[in-house]
């Protein structure tokens, strides 16, 4: 499955009260370290559809939530799990690195 | 256009920076096929994270370095070479046919290889200092300025890149102090008067910073004085830190020469390493000049040492 865009009025429904853990990629359009991670984020939503959904969060357009949940760098990747955060991942990595910190998510 | 794993390739370039992107264009004129490995994540190298490039010859208005790179890449494929967006994770060197192993897992083989792997951040080594990254602490002005908005910030370093992401970040933040070990900055002149012209620019010299401050963000800084020993604490909410780069050489201890920094050694003005058939430029070998330019000019050279090795072969 792709990743979808998520919004102020869809961040509840969507990441917060989601089944299945949420991966919250907090990017900006200026960013090219998120540019980098973006195509490599596709790919693990794709390949693991259905056991964790990947989500994008503007950090432009969404500034409350950003500032709620305290980014100060992007990307910054967040992993929630029954509403709470239980895993960020600072920084464009690559892939075989951001399977390895969800592996516990992915089986 | 996909990779032929079966086959022994002329050359196969590792990194992507002004130094790899410049020897792809040489050996793919040269006829040489190169296939380039320009990194999943830093594909473009470290100009990708920098703004206007104003010394790159060519460019009388100067450059965004991420434009730069993209016409490098654009120039690197039209002669036909072979990017690949992966990492390389393993090579093996030392025989006459060369094995590296990429981030999905295929092992390509190559008469030859340059490395053009370039240089990391450094960092200040402190345990908060981990701890707060994406919490305060960061490596990246161009990436995370924006979310310094009416700030006190410090940006730790006295060289260009410390320079121009403190005067960067002024376009974000109320006041950037640079936080500077030693007495007099190491940057270029231009750059130096340019941060010291800021009137939003502070500076700290002859302070270390001993410790970053702060429980889920940062708040704070601890300094010293080298000069008197006399320990403060400064509050700010952002750190960036530019204190240098190291060479991203860990993939081949062990079998190539290196000095103690890390930087791969090569015999005299050539850029031939230790072993047959390798050659090194840019970042990872250069500890003294390392601008744009010189990387550049290096991949132009370690271009013609192979072709140079192949054509003897």
Redesign the interface.
């Known amino acids: 499955m792709a990743t979808e865009k998520v919004t102020a009025a869809t961040f509840n429904d969507v990441v917060l009260k989601s089944a299945t853990p949420v991966l919250v990629d907090f990017w900006a359009e200026w960013c090219g370290p998120c540019k980098a991670v973006a195509p490599i984020l596709e790919e693990i939503s794709n390949e693991y559809a259905g056991k964790i959904k990947i989500v994008k969060l503007n950090t432009d357009e969404e500034g409350p939530i950003a500032m709620k949940y305290g980014i100060s760098s992007i990307p910054t990747m967040n992993l929630f799990v029954g509403g709470q955060i239980v895993k960020s991942i600072v920084g464009a990595r690559p892939k075989p690195a951001i399977v390895r910190e969800l592996s516990e998510y992915l089986n | 256009m996909s990779v032929d794993y079966s086959k022994v390739h002329e050359v196969v370039i590792v990194g992507s920076g002004p130094a790899g992107y410049t020897a792809a264009i040489y050996t793919a004129r040269a006829q040489l096929n190169p296939v380039i490995y320009e990194g ?5 190298g470290a100009l ?2 920098t703004t206007e490039v104003e010394n790159f010859p060519g460019f009388e208005h100067g450059i965004m370095g ?1 434009d730069l790179m993209d016409q490098m890449r654009k120039q690197v494929l039209s002669f036909g070479a072979e990017l690949v ?1 992966d ?1 390389i ?1 393993s090579m093996k060197l030392d025989s006459d046919i060369k094995e590296l192993i990429d ?1 999905a897992g295929n092992t390509i083989r190559a008469k030859s290889v340059i490395l053009a792997m370039g240089s990391a951040y450094k960092e200040l080594g402190l345990t908060n200092e981990k701890r707060l ?4 602490v ?1 490596w ?1 002005a ?3 300025g ?3 908005r009416e700030q006190v910030i410090a940006v730790a370093g006295g060289g260009d890149s410390a320079m121009e992401e403190a005067n960067f970040l002024t376009k974000f933040a109320t006041k950037v102090v640079i936080v500077h070990r030693r007495e007099e900055l190491r940057a270029s002149k231009i750059m130096a008067e340019r941060a010291k012209n800021n009137p939003k620019i502070e500076f700290l010299f002859n302070t270390q910073i001993l410790d970053v401050l702060g429980e ?2 940062v708040t704070g800084l601890k300094l010293k004085n080298v000069k008197t020993g006399e320990e403060s604490v400064k509050d700010f909410t ?1 750190l960036f830190v530019a204190i240098g780069h190291l060479p991203r050489s860990e993939l081949v201890k062990g079998q190539i020469t290196m000095n103690n920094e890390g930087y791969v050694e090569v015999d005299g003005r050539s850029t031939r390493t230790n072993l047959r058939g390798v050659f090194a430029c840019g970042d990872l070998v250069d500890h003294t000049y390392r601008q744009a330019i010189t990387a550049a000019g290096s991949g132009c050279q370690a271009a013609l040492d192979a072709e140079r090795f192949l054509s003897g072969h």
């Open positions: 999943s994540v830093t594909a473009g990708m994270n991420p967006t990492d994770v981030g990254s994406g919490r305060g960061s990246c161009t990436c995370d924006f979310f310094f889920d963000k952002g």
